[in-house]
């Protein structure tokens, strides 16, 4: 049995369904179960990784759980997972935890790290991925794009290899699944170095629009979403991107050694998600 926990998020939901299109028996870990919709052939059980104690009915009988990080949560998860004879744990982590990254300080990298540090003392088989930005990290664009051509927002030149949600979940399954991925870090980049700015155009493109992103003070945009998340982790994305603006690191290939598949571009991305914009 195969635990996925995030299982109606970004990424778990793609892990969830491929694991249950390749026949293997799945559980999906949400703290609410009855507001999602769930594929056919899913175990669905209630439990929050920041309650230890939801966690041992569910993982009763599993021998790997794909495993969404949680701030703080990482001691509480190993000590379930050894009690319940867990074997092999793949994290959702983050490209902040890189030993090159200079974001290794933010609240972001700094919780993911503790989280890996605690899963390789704790016995179990681990595999980090550590994703660049989402490319569905756009989907916070879709209400300007929605109403207009121009999306406003903070640093048009911070720049990223957006990843498609769908890479990220076929590297998990490889690693849930297939043997030889214990103790191994992947760098889960797209093919393409973009900023915001290239993002919009490409954006505009897909869609036949003249999409273009207009900068704003990233102080504004901040009161902006002030409301909507953690002072951490908006503290987290504004140093994220303004560390990126002018750099260029190298693009990762662990997508395509793991998956056998190039990384699908950011064009892909928005054609799989063009009805949201
Ligand atoms: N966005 C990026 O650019 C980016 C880049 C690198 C790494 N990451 C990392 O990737 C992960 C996914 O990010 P995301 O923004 O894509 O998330 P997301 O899709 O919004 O998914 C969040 C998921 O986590 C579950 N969840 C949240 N808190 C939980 C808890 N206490 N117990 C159990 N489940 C919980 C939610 O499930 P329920 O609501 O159903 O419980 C939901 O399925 C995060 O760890 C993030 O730091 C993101």
Redesign the pocket.
Same mark, same amino acid.
């Not at 970004?10 to 369904?17: A, C, D, E, K």
């Not at 990482?74 to 090159?100: E, K, N």
């Not at 297939?178 to 700015?197: F, I, K, M, N, S």
């Given at each position: 049995m195969i635990l996925v926990? %995030?299982?109606?998020? !970004?990424?778990?939901r793609h892990v969830l369904s491929l694991l249950i299109a390749d026949g293997h028996a799945v559980r999906a870990?949400?703290?609410?179960p009855q507001r999602?919709v769930w594929p056919a052939g899913a175990d669905v059980v209630p439990?929050?990784?920041?309650d230890p104690r939801s966690l041992d009915a569910a993982l009763a009988g599993v021998e790997s759980v794909f495993l969404?990080?949680?701030p703080g949560?990482g001691p509480a998860f190993a000590a379930a997972a050894r009690r319940a004879g867990v074997r092999r744990v793949v994290l959702?982590?983050?490209?902040g935890v890189d030993d090159d990254s200079e974001v290794r300080d933010t609240p972001?990298a700094v919780y993911?790290a503790e989280i890996e540090q605690t899963l390789r003392g704790s016995g179990l088989a681990w595999t980090f991925l550590r994703?660049? %930005?989402?490319a569905? !990290?756009s989907l916070t664009w879709a209400g300007q794009t929605k109403a207009g051509d121009v999306i406003r927002g903070a640093y048009a030149e911070a720049a990223f290899a957006p990843v498609h949600e769908a890479d990220i979940a076929a590297v998990a399954v490889a690693a849930l699944t297939e043997d030889g991925h214990a103790g191994r870090v992947y760098r889960l980049t797209g093919p393409q170095w973009l900023t915001h700015a290239d993002q919009a155009a490409i954006l505009g493109r897909a869609l036949g629009r003249p999409i273009r992103y207009a900068e704003l003070p990233a102080e504004a945009v901040r009161q902006q979403m002030d409301a909507h998340l953690p002072g951490p982790i908006l503290d987290s994305i504004f140093a994220i991107w303004a560390a990126s603006v002018g750099r260029s690191p190298a693009i990762a290939t662990d997508i395509e050694k793991v998956t056998g598949r190039p990384a699908r571009s950011y064009h892909d991305w928005v054609l799989d998600h063009a009805e949201a914009f």
């Amino acid at each position: 049995m195969i635990l996925v926990t %995030g299982a109606t998020g !970004n990424v778990g939901r793609h892990v969830l369904s491929l694991l249950i299109a390749d026949g293997h028996a799945v559980r999906a870990l949400s703290r609410a179960p009855q507001r999602a919709v769930w594929p056919a052939g899913a175990d669905v059980v209630p439990g929050d990784l920041a309650d230890p104690r939801s966690l041992d009915a569910a993982l009763a009988g599993v021998e790997s759980v794909f495993l969404f990080a949680v701030p703080g949560g990482g001691p509480a998860f190993a000590a379930a997972a050894r009690r319940a004879g867990v074997r092999r744990v793949v994290l959702l982590s983050s490209i902040g935890v890189d030993d090159d990254s200079e974001v290794r300080d933010t609240p972001i990298a700094v919780y993911h790290a503790e989280i890996e540090q605690t899963l390789r003392g704790s016995g179990l088989a681990w595999t980090f991925l550590r994703p660049d %930005g989402f490319a569905a !990290n756009s989907l916070t664009w879709a209400g300007q794009t929605k109403a207009g051509d121009v999306i406003r927002g903070a640093y048009a030149e911070a720049a990223f290899a957006p990843v498609h949600e769908a890479d990220i979940a076929a590297v998990a399954v490889a690693a849930l699944t297939e043997d030889g991925h214990a103790g191994r870090v992947y760098r889960l980049t797209g093919p393409q170095w973009l900023t915001h700015a290239d993002q919009a155009a490409i954006l505009g493109r897909a869609l036949g629009r003249p999409i273009r992103y207009a900068e704003l003070p990233a102080e504004a945009v901040r009161q902006q979403m002030d409301a909507h998340l953690p002072g951490p982790i908006l503290d987290s994305i504004f140093a994220i991107w303004a560390a990126s603006v002018g750099r260029s690191p190298a693009i990762a290939t662990d997508i395509e050694k793991v998956t056998g598949r190039p990384a699908r571009s950011y064009h892909d991305w928005v054609l799989d998600h063009a009805e949201a914009f």
